[in-house]
């Protein structure tokens, strides 16, 4: 009985046109949590509830489908998506109104929208490559943070008795030279500044060049080698390694054999 309705389960799971509602109720949900945010008459707020009730009843039934056609249910909980899914579910079922948790409950129904990233495999992908890169990111963001250091001691310096709201001190400079490297109108602090200094451009120019030139790319290229790296694990996951290809022949030659044999 158990097996025949995991099979069933299963079924359903892997079923597109399931896949596509799940989607398409998570969408309703940030859709829903979107309209909360306006006024609403009466009418729209009752609705807005039962819809809201409707989406937390489907997200459980969806997870324990997912739970019950699992082959190894000690492993579920093991997926960090699993946790995700399985909290946001938990805290959904808290009561909204007259709760002291009533906040937290609000809130946790906004990260429904990040179901989608769970649910949609390429979201999964693109998550886990920015998750794995981050160890090597640090040492980018490390030797970024230098680079403002001493760029932001150098124009606290110089231009501190120019301007002291944009380079008062070594804080603030870090403050300006992010606005710098953004291209918020770095322009106006770059001028202001050549009036007394004429070459300080040079120290706009190549704050610019390693930072906004230079670091970024090298945290597109880390992120990018990542990436590839995941979609070569997934693809490797869906299609039979070739230990399973050999194991497979040989069987099916030893199959052939007896054929003969008889």
């Known amino acids: 009985m158990y097996d025949a309705v995991k099979i069933k389960l299963n079924n359903l799971k892997n079923?597109?046109?399931?896949?596509?509602?799940?989607?398409?109720?998570?969408?309703?949900?940030?859709?829903?949590?979107g309209a909360k945010t306006f006024e609403l008459p009466?009418?729209?707020?009752?609705?807005?509830?039962?819809?809201?009730?409707?989406?937390t009843i489907f997200f459980l039934f969806e997870l324990t489908v997912r739970f019950v056609a699992d082959e190894d249910k000690k492993a579920f909980f093991k997926k960090g998506w699993n946790i995700f899914d399985?909290?946001?579910v938990?805290?959904?079922?808290?009561?909204?109104?007259?709760s002291e948790m009533a906040l937290l409950a609000r809130l946790v129904r906004v990260f429904r929208v990040l179901?989608?990233?769970?649910?949609?495999?390429?979201?999964?992908?693109?998550?886990?490559s920015l998750i794995k890169a981050l160890p090597q990111l640090g040492y980018v963001v490390l030797l970024m943070f230098i680079i403002f250091y001493i760029y932001a001691a150098i124009g606290s310096f110089l231009f501190s008795e120019i301007n002291e709201f944009l380079w008062g001190d070594i804080a603030?400079?870090?403050?300006?030279?992010?606005?710098?490297?953004?291209?918020?109108?770095w322009t106006d602090i770059q001028y202001e500044t050549m009036e007394v200094y004429p070459m300080s451009w040079i120290f706009y120019m190549s704050f610019i060049f390693f930072t906004a030139f230079a670091f970024l790319n090298m945290?597109?290229?880390?992120?990018?080698?990542v990436m590839e790296e995941e979609h070569q694990a997934a693809r490797a996951e869906k299609e039979p390694s070739l230990s399973e290809l050999q194991q497979e022949l040989k069987e099916i030659k030893a199959m052939l054999l007896?054929?003969?044999?008889k």
């Open 15 to 33: 079923n597109k046109f399931f896949e596509l509602l799940v989607v398409a109720v998570i969408i309703i949900s940030a859709l829903e949590i």
């Open 42 to 55: 009466d009418t729209a707020i009752s609705l807005t509830s039962i819809l809201d009730a409707f989406i």
């Open 86 to 88: 399985t909290l946001v």
């Open 90 to 98: 938990i805290v959904s079922l808290i009561p909204i109104d007259n």
């Open 115 to 128: 179901r989608m990233v769970s649910v949609v495999p390429e979201l999964r992908i693109l998550i886990n």
């Open 172 to 185: 603030i400079s870090m403050l300006t030279l992010f606005r710098i490297m953004t291209f918020e109108d």
């Open 219 to 225: 945290v597109i290229g880390i992120v990018v080698n």
């Open 258 to 261: 007896e054929s003969q044999k």
